[in-house]
Nanobody, 127 residues
Framework: EVQLVESGGGLVQTGGSLRLSCVAS????????IAWFRQAPGKEREDVSC????????YYSESVKGRFTISSDNVKNTVYLQMNSLKPEDTAVYYC????????????????????WGQGTQVTVSS
């Protein structure tokens, strides 16, 4: 059974940092695409970042580029999202999503490309 478990969310002040973790199990961690999406109340789900196995592709949305860093640890089967310089508009539930195997022609920012989803972790940035 494929499982994705997010953690690391919380309440932080503007300008602060958080690191989210997504622990994956039930599939081979040597051929995948894993992404972070977020959804704020009353808004549509928004793409944040994506990483593929071997760091072949690393993608960031324009809204987080330069502030967020995605990385992976193949030993721990974990993908991280380091979030710095947080803003109130980053407040949302953050979800990790995975699909495997990684397909080069996939559209990384499209949530429909991802088959498996975690339960989400809340990030709140106070002003």
């Amino acid at each position: 059974e494929v499982q994705l478990v997010e953690s690391g969310g919380g309440l932080v002040q503007t300008g602060g940092s958080l690191r989210l973790s997504c622990v994956a199990s039930g599939f081979s961690f040597d051929d995948y695409a894993i992404a972070w999406f977020r959804q704020a109340p009353g808004k549509e789900r928004e793409d944040v970042s994506c990483i593929t196995s071997g760091d072949t592709v690393i993608y960031y949305s324009e809204s987080v580029k330069g502030r967020f860093t995605i990385s992976s640890d193949n030993v721990k089967n974990t993908v991280y999202l380091q979030m710095n310089s947080l803003k109130p508009e980053d407040t949302a539930v953050y979800y990790c999503a995975a699909t495997f195997p990684y397909i080069q022609t996939m559209t990384y920012w499209d949530p429909d490309e991802y088959e498996y989803w975690g339960q989400g972790t809340q990030v709140t940035v106070s002003s």
